[in-house]
T-cell receptor
Framework: QKEVEQNSGPLSVPEGAIASLNCTYS??????FFWYRQYSGKSPELIMSIYSNGDKEDGRFTAQLNKASQYVSLLIRDSQPSDSATYLC??????FGAGTRLTVKP | GAVVSQHPSWVICKSGTSVKIECRSL??????MFWYRQFPKQSLMLMAT?????????EQGVEKDKFLINHASLTLSTLTVTSAHPEDSSFYIC???????????FGQGTRLTVV
């Protein structure tokens, strides 16, 4: 069974801090990885996709991929209360982890 | 760009009836579409993956005769919940990819309540 694992949290950080979200996957042949954000009662929205080892930055968000370790992470810099949501990791075949609930406290 | 529209947003139906949910990619052609079910405070459970013009691939444990998926064109996929029962009440969400294994864009979801 192909699996995507995330720390379910909840993760709480103060406003302005860096939030670090982690994800591991079991299928070694996965080549594409995605981070989504889901607000309560809404559908997920894409934050970032990453295909190559290393870091990819987009504004306050940085995705990091290590295929050898089967690990992908998302860093959120200068966290804002509006970043409070559930963050979902997905792999190539669009299977999702359980999600990590993030709360940013003012 | 990359807008996916799902209809209806919510539906209430009587037990034993069927309900059809539509998923449309409005500004791109989607070779692959995905259907998910999400119960409160749980993650997205992938139900099936469909490619335009071919039969959907259902995940283990998902009844293909109960959840009928049709992907008749590059912009439309439908999910029909047949003979719905109260335990089928859930949030159903579709997503669509331009090219398989690239990012998928989500519809707004359909909240189904079976009474």
């Amino acid at each position: 069974q192909k699996e995507v694992e995330q720390n379910s949290g909840p993760l709480s950080v103060p406003e302005g801090a860096i939030a670090s979200l982690n994800c591991t996957y079991s299928d070694r042949v996965s080549q594409s990885f995605f981070w989504y954000r889901q607000y309560s009662g809404k559908s997920p929205e894409l934050i970032m996709s990453i295909y190559s080892n290393g870091d990819k930055e987009d504004g306050r968000f940085t995705a990091q991929l290590n295929k050898a370790s089967q690990y992908v992470s998302l860093l959120i810099r200068d966290s804002q209360p509006s970043d409070s949501a559930t963050y979902l990791c997905a792999v190539s075949d669009m299977r999702f982890g359980a999600g990590t609930r993030l709360t940013v406290k003012p | 760009g990359a807008v996916v529209s799902q209809h209806p947003s919510w539906v209430i139906c009587k037990s034993g009836t069927s309900v059809k949910i539509e998923c449309r990619s409005l500004d791109f052609q989607a070779t692959t579409m995905f259907w998910y079910r999400q119960f409160p405070k749980q993650s997205l459970m992938l139900m099936a993956t469909s490619n335009e013009g071919s039969k959907a691939t259902y995940e283990q444990g998902v009844e293909k005769d109960k959840f009928l998926i049709n992907h008749a064109s590059l912009t439309l996929s439908t999910l029909t919940v047949t003979s719905a029962h109260p335990e089928d009440s859930s949030f159903y969400i579709c997503s669509a990819s331009i090219v398989r294994y690239t990012e998928a864009f989500f519809g707004q979801g359909t909240r189904l309540t079976v009474v």
